[in-house]
């Protein structure tokens, strides 16, 4: 049997918990077990149990996010992030104006660029080559006819974490709402404590994929998305699984319980990277930066051909989600990087469950494939 590549990908995704799938179980459950399949939002007793298992993950999820607002379960990220942008606008009228940064996630990007179409402008804000957003910049661009500003904390293709509070702020002081993309943030780094709604995912913090969710202050109005039965909140109507939603909890738990050790780990593993990478460049700021996400450059690298030899590490050229597009990252394009330069940049990804070992050998094939490329 092969031996299972070594697995530093953990933007794209990251492996389930032992807690978060313990926590599944129960409710996964065959014919024999009513209370594992029943339809949490029925009236009967097992329906009960079921919803009640609901409530218990929301709170865990909850116990992370700033006081004074209600989760609200969704399918991801993605969706979530389109009903806080979606969503939020009919009650923001007549403003129009959408301010995100040119780095965003494309779930938040091609959304604000489908709204351009539909006769909202869109600012997107360019960043420097370290990746931040200039806040002189921002805050000329944040005027009073601002509906919303978006940034994402934690990018997902070069770990910059960006001034989200600041940007909170100047939103407030124009009147605006914001959102924070925190999936990459979440349970790692501090979440902007004034912000109006945070999106945010459970399979990049070792829960299940298929569950995602849309934290939103007290006050704030949304429309639906999507229409039905009316659950979560009368604003995302379908049934609930109560196994995703519980692996999602019992994730968040862990996340919050051991974010100072997950914390110490990834930088322990980024300094070792760090040392054998020696003679890369990394993409995006250093000190601004979360230490699990190494984006790489080599110049006169050919990442498709180094991905294709080395087989035995998973890793990526940039973002899952726009990985089969064909298109050049639009974050490294952003910084400013010449064509040549994005395509000789890798991303590594590692965490709670990378050993210093797996980085040790992971480099070794990686630069050995390298180097015999180059020469």
């Not at 806080?84 to 959304?111: F, N, Y």
């Not at 070069?158 to 993309?181: K, N, R, S, T, Y």
């Not at 990442?303 to 590490?313: E, G, H, I, N, Q």
């Not at 050049?328 to 040549?340: E, N, Y």
């Amino acid at each position: 049997m092969a031996a299972q590549p070594i697995y530093l990908d953990y933007q794209a995704t990251t492996p389930l918990a032992p807690e978060s799938l313990a926590a599944m179980q129960p409710w996964l459950g065959g014919p024999e077990s009513i209370s594992g399949w029943a339809n949490p939002h029925s009236a009967h007793g097992p329906g009960r149990r079921a919803a009640a298992a609901v409530e218990v993950a929301r709170g865990q999820i909850e116990a992370l996010m700033p006081p004074g607002g209600q989760l609200i379960f969704t399918s991801g990220a993605t969706e979530a992030l389109n009903l806080a942008i979606r969503g939020a606008l009919p009650a923001l009228a007549p403003r129009r104006r959408i301010v995100t940064l040119a780095t965003e996630h494309a779930a938040v990007r091609d959304t604000c660029l489908w709204l351009e179409s539909q006769a909202h402008e869109v600012v997107l804000l360019p960043v420097g080559g370290d990746g931040l957003v200039d806040l002189d910049v921002a805050r000329a661009a944040i005027t009073t006819d601002t509906a919303l500003v978006a940034a994402m904390l934690v990018n997902n293709e070069i770990g910059v974490i960006q001034p989200v509070e600041a940007l909170a702020q100047m939103a407030h002081q124009a009147g605006a709402l914001f959102l924070c993309d925190a999936v990459q943030g979440f349970g790692r780094a501090s979440l902007p404590q004034s912000a109006d709604m945070i999106a945010i995912s459970a399979h990049k913090i070792h829960g299940p994929k298929g569950i995602g969710a849309l934290w939103r202050r007290d006050g704030v109005a949304l429309e639906p998305l999507i229409h039905g039965g009316g659950q979560e909140q009368g604003l995302r109507s379908g049934t609930l699984s109560p196994a995703l939603c519980a692996g999602f909890g019992a994730a968040a738990r862990l996340a919050g319980e051991q974010m100072e050790r997950d914390l110490a780990h990834v930088a322990m593993l980024q300094k070792r990277a760090l040392e054998l990478f020696a003679g890369w460049q990394v993409n995006g700021s250093l000190e601004h930066r979360y230490a699990g996400n190494l984006n790489l450059r080599r110049d006169g690298l050919d990442v498709a051909r180094l991905m294709s030899d080395v087989r035995r590490v998973a890793f990526s050229a940039g973002s899952a989600c726009a990985s089969g597009s064909g298109r050049p990252s639009h974050v490294l394009t952003a910084l400013g990087l010449p064509s040549a330069a994005v395509r000789s940049s890798i991303r590594l990804g590692f965490g709670r469950y990378t050993s210093v070992d797996e980085i040790d050998r992971a480099a070794h094939l990686i630069l050995d494939a390298a180097d015999r490329q180059i020469g």
